[in-house]
């Protein structure tokens, strides 16, 4: 009997020391994706945010917006909660469901850009630039392209 209440008590005094939601998804996502790169891990912890905070920001329960999708009660919780990542197809239905689009998903101020090659890193700086700065970028890009042989 002694062994089960100690066994109790370490799990409780475990799970106290570890913050709430952060924790939760960085666990689930290490555990669900062992095998993957941190970037990887990174991305799906940034997909699941992201949706989440979209949801709540529109005044969406997970459950209501997993049923109006055809899906089980737990499915867009499962997803936030880092357990699972949703195929394309329902990703669209997920954006056409928010009303924004694909790109607008991905495009958010503050947190980078989910693909980080050269090209897209270039295209979320000049995003952020005046309407100025960006045509000085332009201009300096077609000087640049004029003057390589």
């Known amino acids: 009997m002694k062994e089960v209440k100690t066994h109790v008590r370490s799990k409780r005094a475990n799970t106290a020391k570890?913050?709430?939601k952060q924790d939760r998804l960085e666990r689930a996502a290490k555990y669900n994706y062992k095998d993957m790169k941190d970037d990887t891990v990174q991305a799906h912890l940034e997909f699941a945010g992201r949706l989440s905070s979209i949801r709540t920001a529109k005044g969406i329960s997970a459950r209501e917006m997993s049923l109006s999708l055809g899906q089980g009660a737990g499915y867009i919780n499962n997803i936030e909660n880092g357990r699972?990542?949703?195929?394309?197809s329902m990703f669209l239905e997920i954006c056409e469901?928010?009303?924004?689009?694909?790109?607008?998903?991905?495009?958010f101020a503050g947190h980078p850009v989910l693909c980080k090659s050269p090209e897209a890193q270039l295209l979320n700086a000049f995003a952020k630039l005046g309407r100025e700065e960006q045509e000085l970028v332009i201009k300096l890009t077609e000087?640049?392209?004029?003057?390589?042989p």
């Open 18 to 20: 570890h913050p709430a």
């Open 84 to 88: 699972n990542l949703p195929s394309m």
């Open 97 to 107: 469901y928010l009303e924004i689009s694909p790109m607008e998903f991905f495009n």
């Open 143 to 148: 000087t640049l392209r004029r003057d390589t």
